[in-house]
């Protein structure tokens, strides 16, 4: 899951609420934190934390017990969503609201 080689893409709800450097950055930690460290499901979970007015960004995943929190030197926004989705199909990943995932 979460192979950097694969296509990916981020939902108008996101791109609408969050900077792309964020974006950037959510990838950024899939890559380079996540990914090997621990075993990754096909969705995952990012809470977007205001941490005295930067972005902190808060991992977790239902069946592992571990949560990790990654501060950002990024200006928090209070128009932020509370959390974003990072999910795998296998060949496509993408980065949503959870309110879009559940219009499937």
Do not use: C
């Not at 950037?24 to 934190?33: C, E, H, K, L, P």
């Amino acid at each position: 899951m979460f192979e950097a080689q694969h296509s990916r893409f981020a939902t108008f709800g996101v791109i609408s609420k969050i900077p792309g450097e964020l974006i950037d950055r959510v990838w950024f930690i899939i890559d380079n934190d996540l990914r090997g460290l621990v075993p990754l499901d096909n969705l995952l979970k990012f809470k977007l934390v205001n941490n005295d007015g930067q972005v902190s960004i808060h991992f977790s995943q239902q069946d592992l017990d571990t949560e990790m929190a990654f501060d950002q030197d990024l200006d928090y926004g209070d128009e932020y969503p509370d959390m974003v989705l990072a999910y795998d199909d296998g060949d496509i990943q993408t980065i949503l609201l959870p309110e879009e995932a559940n219009e499937h």
